[in-house]
DNA sequence: CGATTTTGTGACCGTCTTGTGACCACATCG
DNA sequence: CGATGTGGTCACAAGACGGTCACAAAATCG
């Protein structure tokens, strides 16, 4: 799946090119206006991430034009949180937006979002993971060739929490703070919800391709198996 | 069909319109509210999308100046936050609103469900969805080789905006927006709802085709029945 | 007007989710 | 050594949730 990245903030640029790069994503990225409309035609894209500010070429023509010429999912980037702007893309064609600053697995969140409304899942357009997969509608859980797990709510977002940042340890307030959100829960509770989550996605007699690794005094990671 | 569509900002009534436009509609634009009605009256469009805030004339006088002299369809367009228009609107006639920002399909859907609702459909035709209709005229619901079932209002809408958003959950809060409008009714209103619509459309000893599933925590999503 | 349908409200129940405390094993450190 | 903090497991209770029912208020219709 490529994604087109339009910004010229080169630094930010890069950011969200590789995170995008680490959920799979095949980035090819723009500058201005032109080039985007320039990149947009040659590589097909199958999604475009487009910030409203740019040289050369507005944000909102861009999308403008392009929505005329296809209906390829578009997730605009805007400082300001003047929602004009937001409004008139959103109008204009945009499927979603971010407002600036974001963390990058809100973007990947939001892309893969996009991808699903659209219905054009070239990977199930859901969040997933060597094999597994997270799908939002449902709150499930899925494995290849098993039947999908029902996850609660708290044990979604962990799960969502963990997957975005795969391999990654996440410091126990952390995940505290995206699961539970600001003046949430402590530590036990946080204890209590990755063991319900282990039970559900880290049964014994399957061979489980990832599992939830404990970082002593630090946090969680959500790891794969190795071989 | 023609459309009017009443917006102060250029730039989101110029999108508005493309998109309708694309959609099918013949656009007539108006920037305030004194030359929408001119133009209503010179053109009489078949629905009028109306923005609220408006100079030279506020939309709420619009919307009742239009409902005096015709049924018109009209959805309002407002920003988010002002439910008080919106309640305001609904009650002086306006058959739909939509909040700010909202997607290009959203409106197209909503446009059309409401000139669907009000009989005059030149165009798409009825809601159908795995060989069952949902028919507006008489709000039925139609399975083949079965007597078409009537539905009151309110379960009519749920049905609709299920139907229209098919094999995806949407939130409780969502579903009682859509059914009952701003400052609607609670939780258990829905749930009484769900259920006296499930027992219209699912009877048991019929094999029927699609179903309400709920998500625990989240909402309720329009099924069919597996493969 | 009365009769019927539709809609709103409350209650009950079984189930699932969530929060809380307890206990254990283990490691660290004074 | 024991005190302390860590993570893992369990049991239990409070609460939320969904499904069902009965009944009253409100709207509709003849």
Chains 1, 2 share one sequence.
Not at 17 to 23: G, P, V, Y
Not at 59 to 81: A, H, N, Q, W, Y
Not at 83 to 110: H, N
Request: one cysteine or more; charged letters at 25%.
């Amino acid at each position: 799946m490529k994604a087109l990245v339009v910004d010229d903030d080169l630094v930010l640029a890069d950011v969200v090119s590789f995170t995008l790069r680490r959920a799979g994503f095949d980035v090819l990225l723009a500058h201005d206006g032109v080039t985007a409309l320039e990149r947009f035609y040659a590589e097909s894209p199958g999604i475009v991430i487009l910030d409203l500010q740019l040289p050369s070429k507005d944000g909102l023509e861009v999308c403008r034009e392009i929505r005329t010429k296809s209906d390829t999912p578009i997730v605009m980037l805007s400082v300001r949180d003047s929602d004009d702007d937001v409004v008139k893309g959103l109008a204009l064609g945009a499927d979603d937006y971010i407002t600036k600053p974001f963390s990058p697995a809100q973007l990947v969140a939001r892309a893969q979002a996009v991808l699903r409304r659209a219905g054009k899942n070239p990977l199930p357009g859901k969040l997933t993971f060597v094999g597994i997969t997270l799908n939002p509608d449902r709150h499930t859980f899925e494995r290849p060739d098993e039947p999908p797990i029902q996850l609660t709510q708290l044990e979604f977002k962990l799960m969502e929490t963990l997957m975005l940042n795969h391999e990654q340890v996440l410091s126990v307030n952390t995940l505290i703070d995206r699961v539970w959100g600001p003046n949430g829960a402590d530590r036990a509770m946080l204890k209590q919800l990755v063991y319900r989550l282990r039970r559900k996605i880290e049964p014994e007699d399957t061979d489980n391709t990832v599992y939830i690794e404990a970082v002593p005094g630090i946090g969680y990671a959500l790891m794969r198996r190795n071989q």
